[in-house]
T-cell receptor, first 111, second 112 residues
Framework: QKEVEQDPGPLSVPEGAIVSLNCTYSNSAFQYFMWYRQYSRKGPELLMYTYSSGNKEDGRFTAQVDKSSKYISLFIRDSQPSDSATYLCAMSGGGSYIPTFGRGTSLIVHP | NAGVTQTPKFQVLKTGQSMTLQCAQDMNHNSMYWYRQDPGMGLRLIYYSASEGTTDKGEVPNGYNVSRLNKREFSLRLESAAPSQTSVYFC???????????FGQGTRLTVV
């Protein structure tokens, strides 16, 4: 079992929908949580960075961390076709600063 | 601000050939990483460098070597390329500690 599990999808939603992307993890020492967006044939770009539990909001994006359940989420409100990409979660902590990545979820937002 | 720059962007090699992938960052970051990304496998760490002068193996180091030339540059070398090394390679850097990593645009390598 990988340390970080992420459903690869694809997840297909209509424009305007609320999207929920999720990751689970097994290492309770993780404290730093990141979400990256990767467009086709491009490098991952950082979307959100959070420390410990709680919520963080940035425009249409909300990152949520539940350390008790070892579960993190990224919500996208009013999704747009330009949000179509692969979303990767990553996390680090517990003496290792190197981020461990999930496999990524492919999101398709259709007009 | 260029961030993380990788060269080349594309490369085709024959089995047994060697090549070096170059990576440079201009963010004054201490830590640098090389990942490969394959369909269904996500990002897998090949090697990393916590700081100038140090390198360590990651999850999939076999068949690769690295050099941390200075604080800015971190190269990845394939001494004898194999078809199993066909992949997209990403270089990344971070400021050290548990700070976020920034990625280059990738090198798409095909070994025939």
């Amino acid at each position: 079992q990988k340390e970080v599990e992420q459903d690869p999808g694809p997840l297909s939603v209509p424009e305007g929908a609320i999207v929920s992307l999720n990751c689970t993890y097994s290492n309770s020492a993780f404290q730093y949580f990141m979400w990256y967006r990767q467009y086709s044939r491009k490098g991952p770009e950082l979307l959100m960075y959070t420390y410990s539990s709680g919520n963080k909001e940035d425009g249409r994006f909300t990152a949520q961390v539940d350390k008790s359940s070892k579960y993190i989420s990224l919500f996208i409100r009013d999704s747009q076709p330009s949000d179509s990409a692969t979303y990767l979660c990553a996390m680090s902590g517990g003496g290792s600063y190197i981020p461990t990545f999930g496999r990524g979820t492919s999101l398709i937002v259709h007009p | 601000n260029a961030g993380v720059t990788q060269t080349p962007k594309f490369q085709v090699l024959k089995t047994g050939q060697s090549m070096t992938l170059q990576c440079a960052q201009d963010m004054n970051h201490n830590s640098m990483y090389w990942y490969r990304q394959d369909p269904g496998m996500g990002l897998r760490l090949i090697y990393y460098s916590a700081s100038e002068g140090t390198t360590d193996k990651g999850e999939v180091p076999n068949g690769y070597n690295v050099s941390r030339l200075n604080k800015r540059e971190f190269s990845l070398r394939l001494e004898s390329a194999a078809p199993s090394q066909t992949s997209v390679y990403f270089c990344a850097s971070s400021g050290g500690g548990n700070t976020e990593a920034f990625f280059g645009q990738g090198t798409r390598l095909t070994v025939v």
